[in-house]
């Protein structure tokens, strides 16, 4: 036998000879049956709409092609404004039907599209790898399972629903649009989570990946999805901002790049529309000297070069201990050697195609602007056509572009670290925040650090690991919103007590707006009253109301005043008249107390909120009248006010220790952490009514999950908010933590949302207002929560303290711990 030849095998060597040098025979993927569905076709593809196939006369196509081989597999449409507006219309009329269903009718489509999907993963997997570029090893093992585990579970939250998401309900109309990377995954993740919370989708795939999504929309028909609910358009990246802006659409979830992203928040400003980014990342994978090296090896293998490094959590900043870097990077090099490139339809190759010669080159030119500054490039061979090998680039600085910027390819940046907060300094020194690894056997260092790495995702001893059951997102400019996990359904709904947001965005000019500083002039109508000290009458002695930051009263910069009025019009008080400055000052104290307020134990933040509530019971008559005499209330609705603050604070002291995560149930063989961790930075504008209450239903939520805050109070009864300064003083909250701000609030929210070190904007004012907030919050991707100029009731306890406002005071981290030392998975 050992002399005998193998037809084809290694080009016609024995078999001995084979296992001599171990190399690879070719074990092509038949895809006779993805280009049958193709011709089926005419390889000429319109819309899917209403479960059926919509091609428009007089449209232009777009050639899709297969970026291994550079063959055109198909003809798509180009969709126009009238094929936005049929789909559209299509969702909405099925919404109607689609959101009476029952949760356990929901499930049963849910599951009947899992079902269909596994009889056809094999076709559905071909389709991906052609379509682009990507090894059928990973279309096979990794994106199509993902999509069916996706069905699956979110089959089972449908079921839940009623019980386990009472007091929520459906946003109605969803626009999903994906991008090119994972086409039919990304699109699992968007769809999933919004059909099974009774919500209809139009999505808009990718440009260059559009057969994949077709090919699943005719999978959801065949397996009974009623139509409408699920519509797939066609077009170019124009037809992403058409889809995202239709009036009829009330919900935007986007993957993408970050500079995409903003365009959307843009667009979509004021017009009342939920927003979701998953958007770009710069991961780092952090390889301790206590690492398995070998084992940490193969991780960095998986986090760069997965997918060609086209993967946003892509770990393209490697950070090595000292000691081990050098040995590292050789183990590194090695691997690389073995990766071999080609035909995505070929079982035997790790790496594929990029998705195109644009791309191709932009990864390119990255790599030779590193090679002008000095840097060390190691590269292995890549086949002619549209590949790019693994790259390694050492000695590089921190501030080099391929340091700093979003590459999207198979490109990994290497860097020494000396201790671990030097490491953490480093992972953290970024505008992104979507997924990082820690590789090392010390698992306390390793779930130390990745508590302290600011991203979406850490994974220990592994990189790009995922489950429908945790979710996925990012931090910073990464994003926010999450796919996946009890945290990813909140993007597809909306509190049960809430109406439909629609609203026509208002005209402002955003350069002008909440520019100008005022302030105002003495009055002549005071409203001082008198006490009676014997036979004499006594004026009250002047009460100055400073503005408060750093846990001090502080004169406003400008040193100007604003004159508060009662109920009478008459001056009730005089308080500062804060301007950019001030917010400078304010930001800067809140920056420098949250860290060690959010380390500090939820039972002893309760401890101070709980004294708070404690210290105002003991001021109740004093803040009773204050309301009084300020808005005209009766004393009993100024009681009704006093009493519900008190409560609330009570409420958010219970919830200091009681929503800090979870574990998640996923697929891997060791433990997921859900954790909740505080946003950190978060300015809030308040409303005008209860202005006691309103105050801290807003600020109490924020600071009882570990932020500090800058909140401006009612703009028209600020001064019962600043006599909260000695409550504040006497119990025990850290300066900094809480920080007031009076004076116009449009003037004050302006610089607070421009502030690149706020990392949320809370705005409850005009719908002019809201749109400010949104438009601007997309400079630096901060989170926004605004009211569009609508009242809610703050003695509600579903408006007042529902859990929407958790939803917004934290950000949710998946934490994944490997196992393996005593069972093998």
Not at 394 to 419: W, Y
Not at 433 to 459: D, P, R, Y
Not at 762 to 789: D, H, I, P
């Amino acid at each position: 036998m050992a002399g005998k030849v193998v037809a084809g095998a290694a080009g016609d060597k024995t078999v001995a000879k084979i296992f001599e040098t171990m190399e690879y025979g070719p074990a092509p993927e038949d895809d006779k049956v993805a280009q049958a569905w193709l011709d089926d076709h005419g390889r000429k593809f319109g819309h899917f709409i209403n479960n059926q196939w919509v091609c428009p006369e007089g449209r232009k196509t777009y050639e899709t092609k297969d970026p291994c081989s550079d063959k055109v597999l198909a003809s798509t449409v180009q969709g126009t404004q009238e094929d936005v507006d049929q789909a559209v219309g299509a969702a909405k009329e099925a919404f109607q039907s689609w959101s009476a269903l029952s949760g356990h009718a929901r499930a049963r489509y849910l599951y009947s599209i899992a079902r269909h999907i596994q009889k056809h993963s094999r076709l559905l997997a071909v389709v991906e790898s052609l379509d682009n570029g990507k090894t059928i090893r990973e279309t096979r093992d990794c994106d199509i399972p993902l999509v069916v585990r996706h069905l699956y579970y979110h089959a089972g939250w449908a079921q839940l629903m009623d019980s386990e998401m009472k007091g929520w309900k459906p946003v109605g109309v969803v626009g999903a649009i994906v991008p090119w990377n994972f086409p039919v995954m990304l699109l699992a993740w968007k769809v999933c989570p919004a059909l099974a919370m009774g919500n209809t989708v139009v999505l808009k795939p990718a440009t260059n990946t559009r057969l994949s999504a077709l090919l699943f929309a005719e999978i959801c028909a065949e397996a009974g999805l009623p139509k409408g609910v699920f519509n797939v358009v066609t077009g170019g990246g124009a037809m992403g901002s058409l889809l995202a802006t239709h009036p009829d659409v009330d919900k935007v979830g986007f993957t993408g790049s970050t500079e995409v992203g903003q365009i959307l928040r843009r667009a979509t400003a004021g017009t009342g529309k939920k927003l979701s980014l998953e958007l770009g990342g710069k991961s780092p994978v952090i390889v301790f000297e206590s690492a398995d090296l070998d084992s940490a090896a193969e991780g960095v293998v998986d986090a760069i070069w997965f997918n060609q490094g086209q993967v946003c959590s892509a770990g393209s900043r490697l950070l090595v201990q000292e000691p081990v870097y050098e040995k590292f990077i050789e183990k590194l090099k090695r691997k690389m050697e073995k990766l071999r490139l080609g035909s995505s339809l070929d079982k035997g190759y790790d790496m594929g195609a990029i998705i195109d010669p644009c791309q191709k080159k932009f990864i390119a030119e990255y790599v030779e602007e590193a090679r002008k500054e000095g840097a060390e490039v190691f590269q292995i061979e890549a086949p002619p056509g549209c590949f790019y090998p693994p790259t390694l680039i050492t000695d590089v600085g921190t501030t080099s572009k391929t340091v700093v910027e979003e590459i999207f390819g198979p490109v990994l940046v290497a860097m020494p670290f000396r201790t671990a907060k030097e490491a953490i300094a480093l992972a953290n020194n970024t505008i992104y925040g979507l997924g990082s690894s820690v590789f090392t056997e010390q698992m306390t260092l390793a779930i130390e650090t990745a508590k302290m790495i600011k991203a979406g995702a850490v994974w220990i001893n592994c990189h790009n690991m995922f489950d429908a059951a945790a979710g996925f997102g990012g931090y910073k400019q990464s994003g926010y919103g999450r796919d996946g996990g009890k945290e990813g359904l909140f993007e597809y709904v909306k509190p049960s007590w809430q109406g439909r947001l629609s609203f026509v965005a208002p005209e402002i000019d955003l350069k002008k707006f909440g520019a100008s500083y005022t302030a105002d002039r003495p009055s002549i109508s005071p409203a001082t009253p008198e006490i009676v000290s014997g036979e004499k009458s006594l004026p009250l002695i002047d009460r100055t109301y400073k503005l408060y930051y750093g846990g001090a009263q502080k004169r406003p910069d400008g040193n100007y005043c604003r004159v508060i009025k009662n109920a009478e019009g008459k001056a009730y008080a005089l308080v500062g008249e804060s301007n950019r400055k001030d917010v400078r000052n304010a930001v800067e104290a809140a920056a420098k107390a949250q860290p060690g307020w959010d380390k500090r134990s939820g039972f002893n933040r309760s401890q101070i909120l709980f004294y708070l509530a404690e210290n105002l019971e003991q001021r109740r008559q004093e803040f009773v009248d204050h309301l009084t005499a300020l808005t005209g209330k009766s004393t009993k609705e100024s009681e009704k006010e006093v009493d519900a603050t008190l409560a609330r604070l009570f409420h958010w002291a219970a919830f200091c220790d009681k929503y800090g995560g979870a574990v998640q149930e996923t697929q891997l063989y060791g433990t997921v952490l859900r954790i909740h961790e505080p946003l950190g930075l978060i300015g809030v504008a308040c409303p005008d009514e209860a202005p006691l209450l309103g105050f801290v239903s807003l600020v109490a939520p924020a600071i009882a999950r570990g932020n500090a805050v800058v909140v401006v109070p009612s703009e028209k009864y600020p001064t019962v908010a600043m006599a909260l300064y000695q409550v504040l003083e006497t119990s025990d909250l850290p300066g900094g933590v809480l920080n007031i701000l009076t004076g116009a609030r449009d003037h004050i929210t302006k610089y607070l949302t421009e502030h690149q070190d706020l990392q949320s904007m809370w705005y409850f004012g005009s719908l002019e207002g809201s749109k400010f907030v949104e438009y601007t919050s997309a400079e630096n991707v901060k989170r926004t929560w605004v009211n569009y100029g609508a009242k809610r009731d703050w003695y509600d306890s579903e408006q007042g303290q529902g859990e929407e406002f958790l939803y917004h005071a934290v950000q949710a981290k998946n934490i994944w711990l490997t196992m393996g030392d005593i069972f093998a998975n």
